[in-house]
């Protein structure tokens, strides 16, 4: 422990984010500091690696402006911590909490680390109860349940921007208790967040929004998540709220991960994508959770978009080793003018089974559930077979099933803007089940 | 000896701490965090610390803990949960919290528990490393206390002992106790390696049935995400028909192992119908805890696993997923700056894995007995793309492969096994045992292979000419094909099918190659597969 502020004008290099600093007695791993510009502005940083006397920062906010004379730098001792209390909600703030929604910053109750430890394994508690988020493609077939990390993964173009706008204000308990939400959005454009704004300005204080655009810094990008999980974490496991946390959208993030990783000259991995990006996604993705004997729960709906629609692509890839599921959007039923365009065939919820049936959803939700997707599996193999033969060629029975999936996606995956409960969608499911009834096993 | 820490970058840390060995175990700053010396230049160690090390400074202490890393080896492990480095997870709760901090270094076993120890030995006998001296009853097991080193035994206790009242006493006076300890990345010893022989019992179909494991075998299980490994190692977790089963999740999803833990909690084992965590022991590294913790927790797994297996104990372990430990192998030696091989692996990836995996086998322990160490390694290719390095090092040194589809998975076909390009070099020595009390074994085999594989090639003249093209004979294969594939090779982990006895097994193959046999004889004697299908439909069941 230091017991003055150390200051220091010995600046031997700036690449990209990154200072070089000589001299520097006694620096240590992580610590913040204050970066004083000669042009007056003041930004923070954080140790990354120190040799001896010399220590390597990384800026948060541009070093455009900074130089090797005139700029200080101030160490305070102390690792990187978020502003924590009651007064964060209903908050816009930026990548680096500073408030963008035109108030005061709030009076702190605390402050944490923003590098959560790890949930002891015991202490947590098994993800087991529901979520509602009104899409019956997740509530019926994928279900979302408290404490959950669950991707969608989408492609360039498709509307995921709509769904995580819908679910933002549909998403509930099903006993319609206090949920909050919590908002990143990284490396947006203005277009793509207005979209979002007016949805935030209805929620009041519902949620708390951690907004860093496409122009925002992109060292702000990998630090806005891990300020708003720990934000979260206070919320769910002090305040015992139960929180979702959507972040919009983890494919920025890891291009931003893979400048500074290049800026700090580290080996690059697939893609050029740097070799701990598994650990640093898990760094984020394992905050959420339930803990045996707290109240509140962390859920993570997190956007990936794959590119080139590539689900092997490594962001999506180490993603789904990850999350407990994943849901998939598809380019053919957004074609189709199917909304939401989930592929349900690909996309799983891993912890579905425990948070349906009885006393959770409806008794009968694994039934349908099981059948609807067999079906609609042996209907979509089917396609393939009519493609090539054509419908005539195929048994009565066969052409039933090509209907089935037809009518699956009409009637069950479609549903335009429309919020349906999870009653709703286990009728529709019935129903559809109750046409087909010949077919269905 | 002290020495201070001169550089930092991320986990791995240099010091100026002379006369340190390579894999020496030292303690790094003030808040006292594990690290392990992997480097030493001229008067610099490196080290690879285990723990979280984010304020850590230049100048801060760092001591030796004078030799490697190793774990406590003694009754009580049955039934313990640990992180990479044996840390008793469920005392740290106790002690800090419910999130993971670093710094805190609480003893493995309980040392305040009483056991009963009784011996056979008396004083003056000599006895050679890894012998017994005396035993005591752990759960379901026999518990042999095994001597650290050779020795000549001059006093001896029996009765009501914890583990830190000494045994017995050794001719040079050092006390004995009922725990040693055992360095991780050191083999134990064994008199010889044997050629396996017996069939593991996994209690899945697909697996038991055409792609069997021996005890002391190894098996791979390779898929991407989604494809169902972690469920499917879980379900053998329970079910196997061994003794001890060592399950480690390295770099696993937190809620995953949750899930697990609440699990073993409830459940029984149906052989000895006692709780089941009592023969298993967890290592939990979940994916957010330390890289280099993750690293050594195989090694930290497998010394235990090899420690009940010396007691002539049949002994499964299970890793999830070995392609999360080599990227931690990658991770660390990408901070060391190390020349990388292929897919910025390290080069010594291949022998490193294979020195791991050679430490499953039947073996003749030191004392005599014989006891046998299976191993089934998941592994998650990236892009579920099987050419990569982890998978293809795995491959070389597994006995069989299990390769998990993700086709399958997509229709939820679950255990997701692709039947034509799975294989068991074990089938043969497998088989010889199964015909014993099952003399039909070997040809039903043959024929579901042959109709799954007749399947295939009909499909693609399916896909052309369509199912009504097909003749009778053909349709009534796909149809059997299908019911071989929905109602046998799939099997819910969910419900009570989750385990199935090689009998069940035998007969539910029968039944329906019987049916198969039986429509395909009336099919021959004229008559029309819809109408004795219709039959079939509406006969009773």
Redesign the interface.
Same mark, same amino acid.
């Given at each position: 422990m230091r017991l003055a502020e150390h200051q220091y004008r010995s600046v031997s290099a700036i690449r990209g984010p990154l200072l070089f600093l000589e001299k520097v007695f006694?620096?240590?791993?992580?610590?913040l500091v204050r970066i004083d510009a000669p042009d007056g502005r003041t930004l923070t940083g954080e140790v990354?690696?120190?040799?001896?006397?010399q220590v390597l920062i990384q800026v948060f906010g541009g070093t455009q402006g900074l130089d090797t004379k005139r700029t200080s730098v101030n160490f305070s001792d102390a690792?990187m911590r978020a502003p924590l209390g009651a007064g964060v909600l209903g908050r816009v703030f930026d990548g680096s909490f500073r408030p963008i929604d035109d108030l005061p910053m709030f009076i702190p109750e605390f402050r944490q680390?923003v590098?959560? %430890?790890?949930?002891?394994?015991? %202490?947590?508690?098994?993800?087991e109860e529901f979520i509602e988020t009104g899409f019956s493609t997740i509530d019926g077939l994928n279900t979302l349940v408290k404490?959950?990390?669950l991707p969608i993964f989408t492609c360039a173009g498709l509307p995921a921007r709509e769904m995580t706008e819908q679910l933002l204000h549909q998403a509930r308990l099903p006993d319609g208790g206090p949920f909050v939400l919590v908002f990143v959005a990284l490396g947006l454009t203005h277009f793509e967040y207005q979209f979002y704004r007016q949805t935030l300005e209805n929620m009041q204080s519902r949620f708390v929004a951690f907004v860093n655009l496409a122009d925002d810094p992109v060292v702000e990008r990998l630090l806005a998540p891990r300020l708003a999980l720990t934000v979260a974490e206070d919320l769910a496991?002090r305040q015992e709220m139960d929180v979702l946390v959507i972040i919009t959208d983890m494919t920025n993030y890891c291009d931003a991960l893979r400048e500074i990783s290049t800026a700090r000259e580290?080996?690059?991995?697939?893609r050029g994508y740097p070799?701990?990006m598994?650990?640093d996604l %898990?760094?984020l993705?394992?905050?959420?959770?339930r803990?045996?004997g707290?109240k509140g729960s962390v859920t993570l709906l997190p956007t990936v978009t794959m590119p080139e629609d590539d689900i092997?692509?490594?962001i999506p890839?180490?993603t789904?080793?990850?999350?407990?599921?994943?849901l998939v959007l598809s380019r053919e039923l957004h074609q189709k003018g199917i909304y939401p365009p989930i592929d349900v065939?690909?996309s799983?919820s891993?912890?579905m089974?425990?948070g349906i049936g009885k006393g959770q959803t409806r008794s009968d939700h694994r039934d349908l559930s099981?059948q609807l997707?067999?079906t609609y599996?042996k209907g979509c193999d089917l396609r393939?077979?009519e493609a090539?033969?054509g419908r005539d060629?195929?048994?009565a029975e066969?052409r039933k099933l090509l209907d089935f999936a037809d009518r699956f996606e009409a009637d069950f995956v479609h549903q335009g803007s429309k919020r349906r409960t999870i009653d709703e969608t286990l009728d529709t499911a019935q129903a559809l089940l109750d046409d087909f009834r010949e077919v269905a096993r | 000896m002290n020495g201070t820490v001169t550089s930092i970058s991320g986990a791995t840390v240099c010091v100026d701490l002379l006369d340190l060995k390579i894999g020496d175990r030292v303690f790094v700053g003030t808040s006292h965090l594990t690290g392990e010396v992997v480097r030493i230049d001229d008067k610099i160690a490196t080290v690879q610390v285990f723990e979280e090390n984010r304020g850590l400074g230049i100048g801060e202490p760092v001591t030796t803990a004078g030799g490697p890393l190793t774990v406590a080896l003694g009754p009580g492990l049955l039934g313990g949960i640990f992180d990479g480095l044996q840390r008793p997870l469920p005392l740290l709760l106790e002690n800090g919290g419910d999130f993971v901090s670093s710094g805190q270094n609480p003893f493995p076993i309980d040392r305040k528990k009483i056991w009963a120890v009784t011996t056979n030995k008396k004083s003056g006998d000599h006895l050679h490393s890894g012998e017994a001296f005396a035993k005591v009853r752990e759960g379901h097991i026999e518990h042999l206390l095994l001597m650290p080193q050779d020795g000549t035994l001059q006093q001896l206790e029996e009765g009501r002992l914890t583990l830190e009242n000494p045994v017995a006493t050794l001719a040079d006076k050092q006390p004995l106790y009922g725990w040693h300890s055992w360095p991780v990345r050191k083999a134990r010893p064994y008199q010889s390696k044997l050629p396996p022989t017996r069939p593991l019992v996994t209690g899945q179909r697909c697996l038991d049935f055409l792609f069997p494991l021996l005890k002391g075998g190894v098996a791979m299980v390779p898929g991407g995400f989604g494809t169902g490994k972690t469920v499917l190692e879980q379900t053998i977790a329970k079910f196997a028909d061994v003794d001890v089963v060592v399950y480690v999740g390295c770099g696993e999803r937190g809620n995953e192992m949750a899930g697990l833990l609440d699990e073993f909690g409830e459940l029984e084992d149906p052989r000895t119908k006692r709780p089941l965590k009592e023969r298993t022991i967890i290592v939990a590294n979940t994916s957010n805890m330390p890289v280099a913790a993750r690293e050594s927790s195989i090694f930290t797994a497998v010394t235990m696993a090899e420690y009940y297996r010396d007691m002539g104990l049949d002994v499964l372990f299970l890793a999830d997923s070995l392609s999360r430990w080599a990227e931690a192998l990658r991770e660390i030696s990408s901070a060391l700056e190390e020349m990388p091989g292929e897919d910025g692996y390290p080069t010594y990836l291949g022998s490193r894995l294979s020195g791991f995996i050679e430490r499953a086998g039947v073996v003749k322990t030191l004392s005599g007995g014989q006891g046998s160490l299976s191993m089934i390694l998941a592994v998650s290719p990236p892009g579920a793309d099987f050419a990569e390095p982890v998978t293809q090092a795995c491959l070389r040194v597994s006995g069989a492969l299990y390769m998990l589809d993700t086709q399958l998975a997509h229709r939820r076909h679950f255990p997701a096994i692709n039947w034509t390009q799975s294989f068991s070099l074990y089938s043969d020595t497998a088989m010889a045992h199964f015909v014993e009390e099952h003399e039909e074994w070997a040809k039903l085999q043959a024929r579901c292979r042959d109709i799954l594989q007749r399947e295939d090639a009909l499909r693609e003249v399916a896909e052309v000419v369509g199912m009504e093209g097909l003749q009778d004979g053909d349709r009534l294969l796909m149809r059997t094909a299908e019911k071989i594939r929905l109602d046998f090779l799939c099997q819910n982990s969910f419900t009570e099918d989750a385990f199935a006895a090689p009998k069940s097994t035998i007969e539910s193959i029968t039944t329906l190659v019987a049916e198969h046999d039986q429509l395909s004889a009336a099919l021959a004697n004229g008559a029309l597969l819809d109408d004795l299908l219709k039959e079939a439909a509406h006969a009773p069941r």
């Open positions: 006694a620096a240590r791993l992580g610590e990354l690696k120190i040799f001896g006397d690792v680390p590098i959560g %430890a790890p949930i002891n394994p015991v %202490a947590r508690a098994h993800p404490g959950q990390k496991f580290e080996l690059p991995g697939r070799g701990h598994y650990s %898990a760094s993705y394992e905050r959420a959770g803990i045996h707290r092997t692509h490594p890839d180490l789904g080793y990850i999350t407990e599921g994943q065939l690909p799983l891993r912890l089974q425990h099981n997707y067999r599996a393939r077979l090539v033969v060629g195929m048994l066969d | -």
